[in-house]
């Protein structure tokens, strides 16, 4: 397939098999409609521009549509634009598919779901450990999926599976450096801390929010999704409400969605275990696009702020 | 019974029945052990010194009981205190009880509830109607005798009715106003909003919080119940997610405990109609204390800010 | 006149009246001179693009002059922009005026200012009623006109008129409700509290800011204008004091442009009736434009949220 | 008269004048009443315990009278307090007086006044002139005799004065630096920015808000009274305008009561003069009470900061 | 030696060796001077009242003394607080030493000293080594002794080394993690984050802040020492900026004390990890002094929160 | 040369000598490459479009370069845009430099600097004269030249060194009013309060933030630069401590990016006179653009407010 669309820079020619992600309409200054396109694959996205479409190219090149294109990669108001030069849609023949298209956890999805069984396999406190099979059981297959978010941090397929797996890791150090932690509840608020967001989310291709993760969020439909597993199971008892604790608190503040903040010890420690891996992972992502001695781009989610990578290792 | 507690002056003497809400012990000075005791009716409350007890004084007169004192109520520390001179514990032939001390919502609990039902009764979208009916149903009980809060507003038996109560009056007029607004949804949102507390609160005598309360709060528990209830009652639909919205949203920022904010025309309306009952049963009460021409106490939860009452009508 | 420029979608075509709300002179990519005009009627407003304009064309088509055009409403950058395909001036035989082209509140301005004048009638205190009548009275004419911004709320003709008057209505219930609260002093301090934007706005029509508007502000501006009106009169009191109190608080805080924070029941109650109806009146007019199961525009003085019309009645 | 009661230590003895700032009654652990008195003379204040009181004592002793006392300075909870050993009612034969006192400002009245009386004559702006010497015409008095607050700077006899003085030289100065500054539209404005508080406070001694003052502020109030006195002197024209946004803006920001900030250079100058004269008059005065290498107590309106006096010159 | 003083509860009666760590004189109401002492050994801390004290008494028990006492402890005003009964030096005989009643690091000082060594001397970077290996010889002693705070966490004797371990710990996983964090800086930035508090502390026993740590605080006067550090070797490069961006950005924030926010990947790291074991080591130790079923004291450095301990395992 | 480029209006001509800002390709909608250059001289900067270039235009045209250039002024989304007829590198035989085309401060670079000598001059403490001739002299050459800040205020060839030379001015006449100010102190403080920006900042062409700048900052570098010059200079004692705490306040707050508050009365004196004749810089140079009667462009970093200017004098 060539080198991917975020690999390429200004002036680059491209040629290759992308999704759209998005299209919409426009009229030029000369009164000929165009389309805007927002074009990606695993390795990036890009915004690119379709001039004198007729109306059948409107009808074809829609949304999560497999297209073939080449095309010149310009700079448009600072930043990358492709014009393209020939479209056409991907054929059965092509052999390409939507998930060859897809950034993807660089861990595979079974060996997530391996590492997630063996931790809940090891939990001693029977409680907790019935509560957190069941919702695995029950969401398995978009956990596998899932990203961890629309953007910003684990934003790809297997995001979610990977940020708890990364999780898990580092909780099992603290465990170890803090012995008074109570390991099974600090692995099952880990776990079960973004369950909630396979409902907020629509899924994993063009990601949006849906009604209910607009209107209630997954914070509180987790903490009543554990309400309702404990009830089904018929367990009842402090662990219970220990956990839609650690789930609900898990933001660290009111501000940033936790209307209630931590008061446990395993609450405030998922939620900096939380922190630690957002943040890594936001960062290295960043810094892998950039040369030592220079700066990352803006990252919204961390302040704005632009990271250097020095010179010297 | 006299004139209660809160009638009483600097200067003045007591006589009568009150209940103990809270007593600590001390040592004086001198090496004698003295206690604190926070007493009240159905007037107000005051700190109480009682001097040169014996361990039998602690073991009598501790949180809740019925006692009869005699003393003067002098200033300490710019707020009035109570010298006690005699004290016993009531007695079955002193005829007081515990409702005879406490203070209650203006309007009977009966008619409170009654009120309640027949609002229910004009609902028209059943679905609504059957989610409410089911819940008040449930907590019957406590909402006709619950405060509304452990202070600032509705702080007395049946609060929380009375509250409910008035808010739905100035829904009704507001839906005049606004024909827009859904009546029944803004009502259902309205009796529902605060039954969270009847789960978050110890009770109605020396209310303090649960644990449920503290580690999640009226807001989610009430949301989690709703779904319950739905759950129970199979139904489902756009209703069940829009009440647990109204619910989730009305404290109406993240920052005071509302991790979405209103989203739906009528959780806008719950969420101001709210503050407007809350905010003048505060001040309705602070300024009850005060003549024309003076200045109210810092009312804590509107600011900090004091009142002042004018001198003409 | 056919259907209003607010009703029209994307891909419409439009032929009708329009005023000009603003007009700015560019260059295009061929060095062609180009008008961009906001065109308004009573239904709403559009951008639209004027190419290759000669220097006539500049001296006719200038802010405020009616117009009749034909074009297409297209998208640009996300949002509707009309392509002028035929422009000319409005004739005295089109038989249109300013007035056919603003939008205006939804009940007469006659019966607004009636409804005034009966309230004013009612007042029991001498000092406020003469105080409250002689600022109507001065005002009379532009109060009857004006709106009650220049966006957010209420921004179409008699929008102050019809502000006060439903705020009026709220009142009413409220003091019904809340017997303790003075009635004169609350519907005195409503119909005082925004005159100050009769001076602090430029007028009807594409109303912007005066100069004392942008130097001293509709709330000090009436305050001051309250004690003129008290020295014209002669009355003197406590009443004055607190009228003017009234209108300097109503923002609330601050931070909203209010110095002192209310400090009196009415105040308060002022406040918190203003919020309800500016709110109200934004919430129904966004919400009029969208369909059931859509999400309205962001709306800017909401806290920029987006609110959802739910599906069932 | 001896050392003042500023200038003594703990475990030092007391003899000489003082002014009773405030006195509460109080019931000592042994139920027999004691006073807390305030006592005040122009070296500072320190608060006093007079055990063992009668009802005469009571009645002698109260808030502006003048006594003559013996007693020791002791320490309390951190704080100086003076025990009362001897105490009596100041005769006329003592031959003083509560002006004795009083701190004053380090600059006599007549000559604050004179200077301000240059200053206006020298003012080549009529409009502006007049304004400023009507108002300084009408309030004299109080002018030269009040403080600039209750607390924090200038908070002496003549307090006010000396503050705009004191800021009419900054004033010179920049004008001289920055000759494109308006300097009557600046002199005006200094002389006129705090008129407001000889209404806002209630006098020279046992100094407290008026109810205009808390129900309105100095701000307001000025900026009507510019108002006012324009309208009698029947000048019109922008200087009014201006006069008023420099009063109304001075404090810099909503927060700081200022609902309009500084939209005029002269604005923007005069609240920075203010801000540093308030300033340095805090700063000196409190460093003035200690010795090279120490700290002073923390300064509330200087976010509470407690500043270093460095040991070298 | 007993039961230290942080084991007692209110009732009991104490017997031992403390240390003074603060005394200050007062006047009873009886007039008789009295003492009030904060004494401590290695577990806790209380407040005690020595009544009727000589002037010898005054001169023997001051600040740092060590003494054996008799008292039985009351509650005043809601805390514990000592009545002394008998009280007197402690002489060469009794064998104790300030060191006894000083809390401790739960790990020895020469294990921790070791501890570091070994990590500066795996390090690769020869320029980071060479600066990190200087650093820590000149502050050897100081390093081995002093808390890490004066007061929140780790403030117990060895405090800081212990801190610093703690988190090479963490950051060693981390590492693990995420490879593509340069450990040598991670771990450089660890060591030297907090060192500039050996000079912002004035020691070991009643610590408090030096003149220079209150005006500059420890993070400039570190930035400060790497610049030295770095002329006296000669060593020049990247690396010494880099490592001076760490210690400047560690606390995360402008409004907690960075005026650089974190730039560089391990700057970032180094903030979380710090705020980790900061955090963890507040937590534990306030959880160790409560019962299951209990919630901590408020801890101040945690927002405030009381933290609750689950009862199950 | 002609007007300079920020003397034009909207409809001119242009003609004259500029230096490139900024140089940009893009491509346009037919498909040819354009430039869009920020084009500079001494009065002003604007956008330029340059159609249709070939690449030798692109390797000529580049940041730095002197060209000669004739187009017009249009107005591009409401700020003024050039379109470029002709242009030209400068030769030789232009006779114009670098120079010719930066605003320079309204005094000279050689009077700026004999300035500072004399107030260095008249410092009778020794210590502080020493440190602060030391490091004048060694910065000397970029102190005569460099800008006070990148934009905002002072933004001039030699605007750090006139801003130095007004602050000094204002500071003599508060050290006349305020006797107790140590005036050798506060001189030492605003002479070397930003002599950090020589390293912060990138030159006096095209300036940007240096990586050290970046990563440390104007402040924390200085408080370093001041130690090394007391270690090299041997002196020590409590004037270096100061001297660095004056520098390390000077921005106020730690928001502002001072983590140690002003805690000295020179430092909070210097932090003032900083702030006013930044502002009065910025605030007279947007007023000079505009005429009586107008508002100035909002000015960023005076909280985005936009200034008016008065009609009478």
Redesign the interface.
């Known amino acids: 397939m060539g080198k991917g669309i975020g690999h390429h820079q200004i002036g680059d020619s491209f040629e290759g098999f992308v999704l759209i992600k998005d299209a ?6 000369n ?1 000929k409609p165009f389309l805007t396109l927002v074009l990606r694959d695993a390795t990036g996205e890009i915004e690119a521009k379709l ?1 004198d479409v007729t109306g059948e190219d409107e009808a074809l090149f829609v949304q999560e549509q497999i297209i073939r294109i080449t095309g010149e990669i ?3 108001r ?1 930043k990358p634009q492709m ?1 393209i030069n020939s479209i056409r849609l991907a054929q059965a023949t092509d052999g390409i598919q939507v998930a060859d298209l897809l950034e993807k956890a660089p861990v595979e999805r079974e060996e997530l779901m391996t590492r997630l069984t063996e931790i809940i396999f090891e939990m001693q ?1 029977p ?1 907790i450990q019935r509560i957190v099979r069941a919702i695995i059981k029950k969401y398995q297959e978009p956990l596998s999926l899932y990203p961890a978010a629309t953007r910003n941090h684990h934003e790809y397929v297997s995001g979610l599976a990977h940020h708890i797996v ?1 999780m898990l ?2 909780a099992r ?2 465990c170890d ?2 012995p ?1 932690v ?1 390991k099974d ?1 600090l692995y099952a608020g880990i776990i079960l801390h973004d369950i909630g967001k396979l409902k907020e989310l629509s899924g994993v291709v063009s990601t949006t929010y849906t ?2 993760g ?4 997954h ?2 439909m987790m ?2 999704e554990i ?2 597993i404990a ?1 089904e199971l018929e367990v009842d ?3 219970v ?2 956990l ?2 650690l789930v ?1 608190s898990h933001h660290g503040k ?12 395993e609450a ?2 998922l939620h ?1 275990i939380d ?2 891996d957002a ?2 992972n936001m ?2 992502r960043a ?2 696009k950039v040369k030592p001695g220079e ?1 990352t781009e803006r990252l919204y989610a ?2 704005n ?9």
Chains 1, 2, 3, 4, 5, 6 share one sequence.
């Not at 607009?214 to 969020?217: E, N, P, Q, T, V």
């Not at 702020?305 to 290792?313: A, D, L, N, V």
């Open positions: 919409t309409k426009g009229t030029a200054s009164g001039w310009n700079q448009f600072g014009r406190n409680t990364s890791k580092i150090e603290l450096l803090y008074q109570n509840l009604l209910q607009k209107l209630l969020g914070i509180p903490v009543e309400g309702h009830r008892g402090e662990e409400l220990i839609q604790h609900l009111a501000e940033w969605g936790s209307p209630t903040p931590p008061l446990v010890r405030e420690l900096l922190l630690i943040k890594m960062l290295n810094l892998e700066f961390m302040d702020r632009s990271f250097y990578k020095p010179t010297f290792e």
